[in-house]
């Protein structure tokens, strides 16, 4: 058969993409149970951080996930039982920079108080807007009183964390604040849906 | 004529580097340098795809028809590239997270179609091997120089490793994209004078050996 001839190039082209595609095919069916449990870890683990439970290993998480966790209802968010008190925390998403922010925010049932917040999926200027991921941002939430309206992110403030779990106020990043008032916008959101889900009934 | 594996290897790291002198996979160093663990990701990626993209079609040159050869190349190419992506996002979640569309995005980069036409589809499947190699490493070294200056600037880091002490202000210019082509830039500069001076020391040397020829 002619190399150039229509019938040798339709049966090659259709048996070289056979011969990669379908190897591809299966790595990527024998790797999807990995990749699931990799998926349902990131969230599972940010709930714990966002409500303040600390872990060793990955199968320690998932334990603790599953003594002291339970998914939402509708999938928005988790409700845990920690120390006889009830949180709730719920998973926003909102505009960002250059792409949206998604957050864990977990407060105490009533959303009288956050227990604290993670960033799930951000893509702010690193270095700028992506310290928002960074833990002394993140540790300034705990506890944090909330107002009426939630909190303020305060770009005034020294940019190094405020300390003060009762003023209902955190520093923002120094440099971003388009950022930081992103950042407060979810989590105010978030603590109306908090309010929403488990305030008085 | 057959090329021995150290000039392969020399071109790829110096005399026809895929960054110096092809200008080829330039758009990659705008995305990843501003961090030297994802560069070291990018450039294993981009070496192993080259490497055994060039070695697949070496070796499959004399069965492709030429109506469809570009095609071929892409799906031979974007296999590797995709297997790097389904390896990371399997086994290493949080990279995988970081490089994002990056990954996939490899398949863009000039380098591998380069090769692939330039050099794997004259040459057996070994020295192709080799070539990919060089080229990923030549690519590489200049990659990580850029992204070493950028961390270090950037963040005051290298490798996450705190460097610089709190005196130190980031350049946040040198994380954002426009610093990485100023940097190409100088990089470029750099190499192409240097190749200049070695050419006239060369002419020269050349002259002085035999001065009536030159003369004429």
């Not at chain 1, 105490?108 to 700028?128: A, N």
């Not at chain 2, 490493?137 to 996450?160: M, P, Q, S």
Request: hydrophobic share 45%; proline share 4%; aromatic share 10%.
């Amino acid at each position: 058969m002619k190399k150039d001839s229509v019938s040798y190039v339709v049966a090659f082209t259709f048996l070289a993409c056979a011969a990669f595609i379908v190897p591809l095919a299966i790595a990527n069916e024998a790797t999807k149970k990995r990749v699931e449990s990799n998926r349902l870890f990131a969230a599972h683990s940010a709930a714990l951080r966002a409500f303040g439970v600390s872990y060793g290993s990955p199968a320690e998480a998932e334990s603790k996930y599953a003594s002291l966790v339970s998914d939402l209802p509708d999938g928005k968010g988790f409700r845990a039982q920690i120390d006889g008190k009830a949180y709730i925390a719920v998973k926003k998403t909102g505009g960002g920079l250059w792409g949206s922010i998604t957050m864990v925010v977990a407060a105490d049932e009533k959303g009288e108080r956050l227990q604290g917040i993670e960033i799930l999926d951000q893509m702010e200027t690193p270095g700028l807007g992506g310290r928002i991921d960074e833990d002394w941002f993140k540790k300034q939430f705990r506890g944090e009183k909330l107002g009426p309206e939630g909190l303020t992110i305060d770009t005034a403030g020294s940019g190094t964390g405020d300390g003060d779990p009762d003023n209902g106020r955190v520093d923002a990043v120094t440099g971003a604040s388009l950022t930081s008032g992103f950042v407060q916008a979810i989590v105010n959101a978030a603590v109306k849906d908090i309010r929403a889900t488990g305030g008085p009934k | 004529m057959k090329p021995s594996n150290a000039k392969i290897i020399k071109d790829g790291l110096w005399t026809n580097n895929p960054i110096f002198v092809q200008v080829l996979g330039i758009c990659s160093t705008l995305a990843v340098t501003n961090n030297v663990r994802n560069t070291l990701i990018m450039i294993a990626g981009v070496t192993f795809a080259t490497a055994f993209g060039s070695f697949t079609l070496s070796g499959i040159k004399g069965l492709l028809p030429r109506k469809v050869r570009m095609i071929i190349q892409v799906l031979v190419l974007s296999f590797y590239v995709i297997l790097v992506d389904i390896v990371l996002r399997a086994y290493a979640p949080a990279i995988s997270k970081q490089l994002g569309p990056y990954v996939g995005l490899i398949i863009t980069n000039c380098i591998l179609m380069g090769r692939a036409e330039a050099f794997a589809a004259a040459n057996p499947p070994w020295a192709s091997f080799i070539d990919g190699i060089a080229n990923g490493l030549g690519y590489g070294v200049v990659l990580l120089a850029i992204a070493v200056v950028r961390e270090f600037l950037g963040f005051g880091t290298l490798l996450g490793f705190r460097l610089a002490g709190d005196w130190f202000t980031p350049w946040t210019i040198m994380i954002m994209a426009p610093s990485a082509f100023f940097l190409v830039a100088m990089a470029l500069w750099g190499s192409n004078s240097y190749n200049a001076r070695a050419e006239a020391r060369r002419k020269a040397a050349v002259a002085k050996a035999a001065p009536d020829r030159a003369a004429k």
